[in-house]
């Protein structure tokens, strides 16, 4: 038997258990007070709650299948498994960070999943040559640097995917960096390249992005954004990080207000920490790489799963979803009921992080000087 007809069949049992238990117990308490029992349909919007969630909802292979996905920050990390697992789901991905070396081994692995329709597309598309003569390849690598927000880079790499892929139906803002420094100790330049990266590159190319989704070939255009639980509460060391993903957050809140009119949902995720390179290519104060792995960032979400987890909530038209453990979502909850107990623990971490930096100064320093 298939996965998901298993897990179906298990949340009609569990929906018949609850709905008959909660149905005993209603009847009961109508005898004991002698009085008519009727049934509402809370039951049934129960039986569908627990169906969604059981299910695999709205599909996430109806939602990639055919669709054609730009993923910034795809040379690694997050959007490097969520462009793999949109290819596997036979979408045709526009694959853009810097490293284009990283992009094109990158676009390798999503042609050795993609479905064989989409590879033929892809090898048939090839064949023709020109980018522009290819509305159906699978996988166009396109190198963007966020920090060129305003240089014109991006209208003319919308102008490309138009050319190459027909449109656009969905947009991954993922692309990001992380800092790992006081705020006294961080420069404003260091401030404003990380604002400039997870804040002004994701608004510039949304907006030059907008027309090709309102265009979009299948018709059901889509935004994804990977902000972070850090968009939601400031970590100490992260002052710049914090502040780019609190912006990404009201940019794209308001943003989602106004494409109701257009049909354009807007899926903002907020994961806690995710096994990537973030904490490696994190800058310091000075501007340099961080360059060590952190304890929670080894120990965080494995990003493949987290791809599909974040691709199901946006087929689901989920508009927010904190991807993050209980402590994390707990702390974000109670920011706004008991803030002051928050900013303690918050506090705290602070004050462990700045004792902790100098020893990890010093072994960066050692390190280097290995080298
Ligand atoms: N890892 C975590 O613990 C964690 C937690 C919460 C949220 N997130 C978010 O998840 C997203 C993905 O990060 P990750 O964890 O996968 O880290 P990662 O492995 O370091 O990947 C970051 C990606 O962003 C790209 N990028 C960085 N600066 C760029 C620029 N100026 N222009 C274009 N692309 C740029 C990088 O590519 P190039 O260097 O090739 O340009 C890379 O592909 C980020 O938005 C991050 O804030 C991560």
């Known amino acids: 038997m298939r996965r998901g007809t298993r897990s179906n069949l298990g949340a009609v049992l569990l929906l018949l258990v609850i709905s008959g238990g909660s149905a005993f117990v209603k009847l009961l308490k109508a005898s004991v007070a002698r009085r008519p029992c009727h049934f509402r349909c809370t039951n049934h919007r129960l039986v569908m709650g627990i169906l969604l ?143 400039a990266t997870n804040f002004f590159g994701p608004v510039a190319l949304t907006k030059a992005a907008l027309r090709l989704l309102r265009q979009s070939p299948s018709r059901s255009p889509h935004i994804v954004v990977v902000n972070s639980v850090q968009g939601k509460l400031g970590l100490g060391m992260r002052t710049s990080y914090a502040a780019s993903k609190h912006a990404l957050t009201g940019y794209f ?42 304890e929670t960032t080894a120990k965080g979400l494995d990003p493949t799963r987290l791809a599909v987890k974040i691709f199901q909530a946006a087929a689901a038209g989920k508009q927010e979803v904190i991807f993050a453990p209980f402590d994390a979502r707990a702390a974000i909850y109670l920011r706004n009921i008991i803030p002051h107990v928050v900013f303690r623990i918050l506090a705290r971490k602070a004050q462990k992080a700045l004792r902790d930096r100098i020893p990890n100064e010093s072994r960066r320093e050692e390190t280097k000087k290995k080298k």
């Open 53 to 195: 969630s059981f299910s695999n909802g709205p599909s996430i292979d109806n939602f990639l299948d055919g669709k054609v996905v730009w993923i910034t920050g795809a040379s690694s990390g997050l959007g490097k498994a969520m462009a793999i697992e949109a290819a596997r789901r036979g979408a045709r991905v526009i694959l853009s960070a810097r490293s284009i070396d990283k992009l094109k081994s990158v676009e390798q692995e999503c042609l050795a999943v993609a479905p064989l329709k989409t590879s033929n597309a892809s090898r048939s598309a090839r064949s023709r040559c020109s980018s522009s003569d290819a509305p159906s390849a699978t996988v166009l690598v396109h190198p963007l640097d966020m920090l060129r927000y305003d240089d014109g880079s991006f209208d003319a790499a919308v102008a490309l995917v138009l050319g190459t892929m027909g449109g656009l139906d969905i947009l991954v803002n993922n692309a990001g960096v992380s800092t790992r420094s006081s705020a006294e100790e961080t420069s404003l330049s260091v401030d404003q390249s990380v604002m």
């Open 253 to 294: 809140d308001s943003l989602r207000a106004e494409l109701s009119l257009d049909s354009i949902p807007v899926t903002t995720v907020f994961p806690g920490y995710i096994r990537t390179d973030l904490s490696l290519n994190a800058l310091t104060g000075r501007g340099e790489k961080y360059a060590q792995m952190d």
